[in-house]
């Protein structure tokens, strides 16, 4: 069998979560567009259609809401736990070793008992955002805040961090922020979250080893990126000349290009003009940064639209997020906190007709050496 590294292209699953047109920009959840989603459903609507197959009704979504709030709070031998690791520790790795030792306080060995799998499921989405919040403050020697359940989901999650209530826009865009990073399909760390779901070991460590998978700088933190790079620009007079001679010596341009999307990432559109409400509402500065960054687009486009290269996600969600005064080291954890909820549809539907992950590889080592003669060297 021909091997195909990164087993780029093999498909590695069936599944009816996520469809994407790369070349016509569609995202779908369960077959409704991303724009529709963003405009007018919520994270946990979202969650529930992603994880449960179908949008809930009036009554579910109640339910549902109620469980989560229900669930926010972290166990005093967690935060404790948290307050002992290390303060230059990365987020991503308190987030990813928590949600790890959370198995061993809610076990639920029995993955194919459906309610402890409902339970784990409304576990993981509701505490994901506490452990970021309270991460960030033990990191900067604050002390954590305990959950507000009094409001929504993405507010809640904001007042944990910075002990304030956001502004309604900054709510919106928080939620939206979700919504857009909620689901993506077969990339490395969903894929990680099915390999480990298909040995049937517990959600937890399911999704411990997904964020594990996200934090490698090669999946999650592009936005960084972004953002430098339009600090280094400074003002969109300079963007042309910056660009057009990153182009010449042939530097990768980051938020630009994406492995599927051969348009622009249907994400990006959304947060563009989300980027424009908040700068237009004066709140998040005088925008400069955004105009950087549509000049850089307007050379890309120019320059490098026949390799079919345009912006992805991270090119305006770096933006997005520094406008709204999100911490860079939260950016990934963040989109953490939205991709729980698609890992989790992928650990359901793994479930339903698993079968052990079990590749195979191409042997091109040694053979039959004889022991002795290997330890001369
Ligand atoms: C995401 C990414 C890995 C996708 O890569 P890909 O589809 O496999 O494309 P390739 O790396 O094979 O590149 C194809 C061509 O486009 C060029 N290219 C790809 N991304 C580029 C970028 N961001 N800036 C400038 N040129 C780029 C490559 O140099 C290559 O040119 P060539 O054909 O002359 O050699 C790539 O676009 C990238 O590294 N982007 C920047 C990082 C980023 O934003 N990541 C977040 C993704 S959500």
């Known amino acids: ?68 709030k229900t669930h926010t709070r972290l166990k005093l031998k967690i935060l404790r ?29 029995d993955t194919l008992d459906e309610s402890l799998r409902y339970e784990s499921v409304v576990r993981l989405i509701a505490k994901l955002p506490t452990i970021v919040a309270a991460c960030h403050r033990l990191r900067h020697g604050d002390a954590p805040i305990a959950p507000d359940n009094n409001l929504s989901f993405a507010a809640n ?76 620009i400074g003002v969109k007079e300079n963007a042309r000349g910056f660009i057009e001679k990153k182009i010449e010596e042939k530097e990768k341009i980051m938020g630009v290009g994406h492995r599927v999307y051969k348009t622009k990432d249907p994400r990006a559109v959304i947060l563009q003009k989300y980027a424009h409400k908040l700068f237009e509402k004066g709140s998040a500065g005088n925008g400069e940064i955004l105009e950087v960054a549509e000049e850089v687009e ?15 996600v991270d090119f305006y969600s770096g933006i997005v997020f520094k406008a709204i005064g999100i911490p860079t080291e939260l950016f990934t954890p963040i989109f953490a906190m939205g991709r729980v909820s698609g890992w989790l549809a992928h650990w359901h539907e793994q479930l339903k007709t698993n079968r052990i992950y079990r590749p195979t590889q191409n042997y091109i080592g040694k053979r039959e050496q004889d022991y002795e003669t290997s330890k001369k060297g």
């Open 1 to 68: 069998m021909e091997l195909v590294p990164g087993l780029a292209g093999v498909p590695a699953a069936e599944s009816s979560i996520c469809f994407i047109d790369g070349e016509k920009g569609v995202l779908e959840y369960r077959g409704i567009p991303i724009s529709e989603l963003a405009e007018k459903s919520t994270f946990l609507e979202t969650s529930y259609l992603l994880v449960f197959g179908r949008l809930p009704t009036e009554e579910k979504l109640i339910a549902f809401e109620k469980d989560i």
């Open 81 to 109: 736990m948290m307050e002992y690791l290390p303060e230059n520790g990365h987020p991503m790795d308190y987030l990813q070793a928590v949600v790890s030792a959370m198995g061993m306080y809610y076990p639920a060995r």
């Open 157 to 232: 999650f904001y007042y944990m961090l910075f002990e304030k209530k956001p502004e309604p826009l900054i709510e919106k865009i928080l939620d939206i922020i979700l919504i857009l990073h909620a689901e993506h399909s077969m990339n490395a760390s969903t894929f990680s979250a099915r390999v480990v779901g298909s040995t049937l070991a517990d959600p937890y460590t399911v999704i411990s080893s997904a964020i594990g998978t996200l934090s490698g700088p090669l999946h999650g933190g592009a936005n960084e990126h972004v953002i430098k790079l339009l600090r280094e």
């Open 298 to 312: 307007r050379v890309v486009e120019e320059k490098l639209a026949h390799k079919k290269l345009y912006p992805n």
